[in-house]
């Protein structure tokens, strides 16, 4: 795979989804929020689908295709003149950053005093220098464990993620000069799966698919059955949505027929939630809680064994870890080589 082409089409990708949204900021925004704003849309969304297929890479491709999924329900939401896109954009640089990028401006950004002590600084450096270990640590894959390469696998994918989000959080920061949402919460650290789906993992998709899809669903569900079904309801359709959209990454990485057992990883989790919930209710009446120190372990070994079942045997049969690796090795010289060029 030659760099120079694959990011060369990155760009084309990147151009075609910056059109794309032109097009919605001086046209979709004149038409009247509803179905008709929506219909305006469906083109768009469906060349959203289509733009990953045309990289190769497997960051890159995994990159585009996490934006283009959050920007999709983005634009649902703003196709009823909801979401982030209908109340932060005030020019169309905003409104493209906004809609291509996983940010979520704050509406009620919080006092430097309580932004300071978010987290210690030295825990930052520590994980990239924990990444930068993982990746060695592919060197020597043949020779390791078959069980040290699932937390191996689990930190490589928590790790990324947030050190990708970490970095863009920083560039929109000093760019544009405004807070945004939190990505992740220290997920290591969740007592529960609501508290690791809800509030620690990943939250900007929890942010876009509680309003396009668990709220619309449990309203329209609590017309039928009483609240709590419906809740519970609305949760399983919202993991399995999660579920689908997985699956389709999935698909763009290693181009192969589905196998869903990411889906069903996400509905397996969305089950067991419920049952969570439901547990807690009935604990609550009888004043017994599982301590932290208890459940947090719990937790994560669960999350951990059912991601080596079910969430990462499809990419590692198609060899995305070797991939991934061979790749950053690739970016490395690719970016080293033109560095060298331009000095000299």
């Keep these: 795979m030659k760099m120079g ?5 990155f760009m084309k990708v990147w151009i075609s989804t910056i ?3 032109s097009y919605c900021y001086y046209i979709v925004s004149r038409i009247p929020k509803g179905f008709l704003r929506l219909l305006s849309l469906l083109p768009i969304l469906c060349l959203f689908f289509m ?6 890479s ?16 983005k634009l649902l939401l703003f196709s009823f003149n909801q979401g982030p896109l209908a109340i932060s954009p005030q020019n169309i640089f905003l409104f493209i950053s906004i809609a291509s990028l996983p940010i979520i401006p704050k509406q009620h950004p919080p006092t430097k005093q309580n932004h300071t002590t978010n987290k210690p600084k030295w825990l930052f450096p520590l994980k990239l220098l924990l990444f930068a270990m993982i990746i060695r640590a592919y060197d020597y894959k043949q020779n390791l464990h078959p069980n040290l390469l699932l937390p191996i696998y689990c930190c490589h994918v928590y790790l990324s993620l947030e050190l990708l989000l970490i970095f863009i959080g920083a560039m929109i920061r000093t760019v544009l000069g405004f807070e945004i949402e939190s990505q992740f919460n220290e997920p290591y650290l969740s007592t529960s799966l609501q508290d690791f789906w809800g509030h620690r993992w990943n939250l900007m998709v929890s942010h876009l698919l509680r309003p396009t899809v668990y709220n ?3 309203s329209m569900l609590s017309s039928f059955v009483n609240i709590s079904c419906a809740t519970s309801a609305a949760m399983l359709v919202t993991f399995l949505v999660s579920g689908l959209m997985h ?4 698909y763009y990485l290693t181009r192969v027929t589905p196998t869903w057992e990411v889906t069903c990883f996400f509905v397996l989790h969305g089950v067991c939630m ?9 604990a609550s009446h009888r004043e017994w809680q599982l301590h932290g120190a208890v459940s947090g372990p719990l937790v994560i070994s669960f999350l951990a064994i059912t991601a080596n079942w079910l969430f990462f045997p499809q990419l590692l049969r198609n060899g995305m870890d070797t991939k991934t690796t061979e790749e950053y090795a690739l970016l490395i010289k690719f970016f080293k080589s033109n560095f060298s060029l331009q000095v000299l």
């Design 58 to 73: 497997p960051s890159l491709v995994g990159t585009i295709s996490f934006f283009l999924w959050l920007a999709t329900f």
């Design 274 to 282: 419920v049952v969570e919930v439901v547990a807690k209710k009935v």
């Design 51 to 56: 733009l990953p297929l045309y990289l190769s």
């Design 216 to 218: 619309p669903t449990r």
């Design 247 to 250: 699956e389709l990454i999935y």
């Design 19 to 21: 059109i794309s949204l």
């Design 5 to 9: 082409g694959e990011i060369e089409r």
